[in-house]
């Protein structure tokens, strides 16, 4: 359409939460309307993710992103200038041929997506219509946010191994709620973990959760659930645990390492059944098994019917993963990041697919994030059931959690929250 033609597309090196360099692009219609996206970027990553380049030279320690700008500005941006905006799959098809390779390593993910959601938003400006709402005319759910309020892994210098421990307070009645329960739960935390461990305990992991000295698994639950007694919400509220199992495996001795012993697959298993039948409130295990291992992940998705096993490295958020994922019933639930697989496009047609064939979508965040609410947007126009933006602290995620508030003002009395029914919804 007249006026809808890209015009011009700016791309800047600029720093995340943690002071690492990512991308931000802007693109610019002949009728002056514009779209600006930052791109997360992820601590602890999957092997079968799309690559994100960086320039491995002295600047930020190898972590520039100089050379995925130049993709932009010298490969993409000459064949974007003057195609129209709203024709998203045509442009981010346009890429991906460009590219031409399976992971995006020749212009980098991180180029890629940083461009597709620039896009997106510049052609939702140019209809008139929030990022949600272009994306998908009947959108209305609003998710229920799964919170990390203990940090372990590679995101926090303590030795919990697995990585997150989540709060859902599913019995909100709207997200506006919800958020007021979890800011009143993470002061309960902090209370507690000065009044046990000391006030260092209360320091912030990478995902905005806190990373208190803690040793266990059962510790940190025995800890969750003395906090959110305390807060008043033990009948509002259920957990969720990532265990990002991947990154304490010892692929050569094929065992895990987790709390100073070594464990097989069927120990692991063991290990992980006891912990929800010690605490039945836990609702959801995120990669509980080694990235490769479908057989495994088939025997627990079947044993813990009824809780959702989610495939975060395990899927990359990959079509194709998910393909197999769904023909061997492994996990029954999808960790939906879009800069893992690098274009608006695919990661919609892998949530889609997803969820016609049963699964579960739960859109995440990484730990490396500005204050870009893209992700809030897309959420919405998912109609998914649950978002991961992290702990309740931090401008880079209040402000995702701030966007769904708007949305769900915005949507008025279509607005439903997820709540119960988080892991039953349909695209």
Not at 362 to 387: K, M, W
Request: proline share 3%.
């Amino acid at each position: 359409m007249e006026g809808r033609r890209i015009s011009s597309v700016k791309a800047l090196e600029i720093v995340d939460n943690r002071g690492m360099p990512t991308i931000r692009v802007r693109v610019r219609t002949e009728n002056g309307f514009f779209g600006t996206a930052d791109v997360p970027c992820g601590s602890s990553t999957g092997t079968y993710e799309a690559h994100e380049l960086r320039d491995g030279d002295e600047r930020y320690r190898g972590r520039g992103v100089r050379k995925a700008i130049r993709n932009i500005e010298e490969l993409i941006t000459p064949r974007l200038l003057g195609m129209d905006v709203t024709r998203q799959r045509d442009i981010d098809l346009m890429m991906i041929e460009l590219d031409g390779t399976k992971n995006k390593s020749k212009l980098g993910a991180n180029a890629t997506l940083g461009v597709s959601a620039a896009v997106a938003h510049a052609g939702a400006a140019s209809c008139g219509l929030p990022l949600y709402r272009y994306l998908n005319a009947h959108a209305y759910m609003l998710p229920v946010p799964q919170s990390c309020m203990i940090n372990g892994g590679l995101h926090a210098g303590n030795d919990l191994e697995f990585q997150e421990y989540c709060v859902m307070p599913v019995g909100a009645g709207t997200f506006a709620e919800a958020i007021r329960l979890l800011s009143e739960i993470n002061l309960s935390c902090k209370d507690l973990l000065a009044e046990k461990y000391g006030k260092g305990a209360t320091n912030a992991g990478e995902d905005g959760g806190f990373a208190p000295p803690m040793k266990s698994a059962r510790e940190a639950m025995d800890f969750l659930y003395r906090a959110v007694h305390k807060a008043g919400f033990e009948n509002e509220v259920v957990y969720g645990i990532d265990v990002a199992a991947t990154h304490f495996y010892d692929k050569d001795r094929r065992k895990y390492l987790l709390e100073g012993q070594e464990k097989d697959r069927d120990e692991m298993i063991a290990f992980l059944k006891n912990l929800v039948k010690e605490y039945p409130a836990i609702v959801s295990l995120e990669d509980p098994l080694f990235e490769d291992d479908y057989e495994g992940t088939s025997i627990i998705t079947r044993e813990l019917e009824g809780t959702m096993i989610i495939g975060d490295d395990f899927f990359t958020t990959n079509i194709h993963r998910v393909r197999k994922g769904v023909m061997e019933k492994a996990s029954n639930a999808v960790l939906w990041k879009p800069n893992m697989i690098g274009t608006v496009t695919e990661a919609f047609e892998t949530a889609h697919y997803a969820m016609q064939h049963g699964f579960s979508v739960v859109v995440s965040e990484r730990s490396g994030a500005t204050e870009d609410t893209t992700l809030s947007d897309l959420t919405v126009a998912l109609n998914a059931g649950v978002i991961k933006v992290g702990g309740i602290r931090g401008s880079e995620r209040g402000s995702e959690y701030n966007r769904f508030i708007e949305i769900e003002d915005d949507l008025g009395t279509s607005a439903v929250y997820a709540g119960r029914n988080f892991n039953k919804t349909k695209p």
